[in-house]
């Protein structure tokens, strides 16, 4: 392949999942405040905007059970410390009216001493029933923000491309530093990778690979020569675009041995028109 051709210019760096969730997170912060989701989720278009959302759900969601974990164990606390005030009502209860009966001897004075007692278990027994109240709200309350979270998490999963096919279709590839074009005809059924491709210079063949993780490993068997290169890249968040390296493993005629190649989807003809 001709290698004279430079990369020309730079390219933004991409910005994935955790910087958008950064800018997500207020918006979604205030709409949980408001016990409802953001409106802007409903409009997600684009994957890699998608991906940014499940992100950040996905954290609120955790900040949402570490509430929960917490509200239920101050729950069980709650509950341990009525059982205990019942009881200790029943049996100042039970120990004043022995005293007002004569069955326990006592005083005037210990009598009333013994009132005070049971009002203050009373009040003391009520103060844990209203905590138990506003404990039991807020445990319905955070397990509505969950359900609402993990069933907009769910919705917008489905909206992502199968993993099944999320790789398969046609890229348009570019090697550097040779610039060469070319195009790769991908089929991805599960994490196998199977195609063909054709590059300038007719050079064709067939690709078989693997992804992995978002990890892309190919190799490419040329018709005439047999295995050339291997190819490793990674896919952006949107799932259109691959960038990594490649390894010549053809060494003839001073082609360079290593360098870097880039591929974007093309789009398809019923995906423009779903637009």
Same mark, same amino acid.
């Given at each position: 392949m001709r290698h004279a051709r430079s990369l020309a210019g730079g390219r933004e760096r991409p910005r994935g999942p955790g910087f958008r969730?950064?800018?997500?997170?207020?918006?979604?912060?205030?709409?949980?405040?408001?016990?409802?989701?953001?409106?802007?989720?409903?409009?997600?278009?684009r994957p890699e905007e998608q991906l940014a959302a499940i992100? *950040? =759900?996905?954290?609120?969601? &955790?900040?949402?059970?570490? +509430?929960?974990?917490? *509200? =239920?164990q101050r729950h069980? &606390?709650?509950?341990?410390? +009525?059982?205990?005030?019942?009881?200790r009502v029943a049996r100042l209860y039970g120990e004043l009216d022995g005293m007002v009966s004569g069955r326990i001897a006592a005083t005037p004075e210990a009598i009333q001493t013994r009132e005070q007692d049971v009002s203050k278990a009373e009040a003391e027994l009520e103060g844990l029933s209203r905590e138990a109240r506003q404990v039991r709200f807020e445990i319905r309350d955070t397990r509505d923000r969950i359900d609402l979270l993990q069933d907009r998490i769910a919705r917008l999963r489905k909206t992502l491309p199968s993993d099944t096919e999320a790789l398969t279709g046609t890229w348009e590839v570019t090697y550097q530093p040779s610039g060469d074009q070319g195009v790769f005809m991908l089929r991805q059924s599960g994490t196998l990778l199977a195609g063909e491709?054709?590059?300038?210079g007719g050079w064709k063949g067939s690709l078989q690979g693997t992804i992995v993780d978002g990890k892309v490993h190919l190799s490419r068997i040329d018709a005439k020569l047999g295995r050339s290169s291997d190819l490793q890249g990674?896919?952006?968040?949107?799932?259109?675009?691959?960038?990594?390296?490649?390894?010549?493993?053809?060494?003839?005629?001073g082609e360079p041995v290593t360098g870097s190649w880039i591929a974007h989807k093309r789009q398809e003809k019923q995906d423009t028109d779903s637009q």
């Open positions: 969730m950064a800018i997500l997170a207020p918006t979604l912060a205030a709409g949980l405040a408001a016990n409802c989701l953001p409106v802007f989720c409903q409009d997600l278009k992100f *950040a =759900l996905k954290t609120q969601l &955790d900040i949402e059970q570490r +509430r929960l974990d917490t *509200a =239920l069980s &606390d709650n509950t341990r410390a +009525r059982e205990e005030a019942r009881d491709y054709s590059l300038e990674s896919v952006a968040p949107d799932g259109r675009t691959i960038r990594g390296t490649w390894q010549n493993f053809v060494l003839s005629g």
